[in-house]
């Protein structure tokens, strides 16, 4: 593994980062690739992915089933609105 004083330049942790994030590795993969430790690279991982702009890949079961619920939420709102909207319209023009 990697010493303990040993500095990696900002340019090698956020390469490090998108072998996680976006090359498919997973954290001990890809420290043991880079000779580094797997807190450390969990670390950088967690200081540079929102700066990469992504999240590790392969999103797990549980928050995909929720972006589906959540997607499915959404389309059902948009339909009731959409009821709601002309049903305004209709009364507005009757009289009253």
Not at 60 to 78: G, H, Q, T
Request: charged content about 35%; glycine content about 6%; some cysteine.
């Amino acid at each position: 593994m990697g010493s303990r004083n040993r500095r990696y330049s900002r340019e090698f942790k956020v390469s490090a980062v998108k072998l996680v994030n976006h090359q498919g590795y997973s954290v001990p993969e890809a420290a043991k690739s880079l000779g580094i430790s797997e807190p450390c690279l969990r670390n950088w991982v967690a200081a540079f992915s929102a700066e990469i702009g992504k999240g590790p890949v392969g999103e797990p079961a549980k928050l995909r089933d929720e972006n589906k619920r959540l997607r499915d939420e959404n389309r059902r709102l948009r339909e009731e609105r959409d009821i709601l909207k002309k049903a305004a319209a209709f009364f507005a023009r009757q009289p009253t």
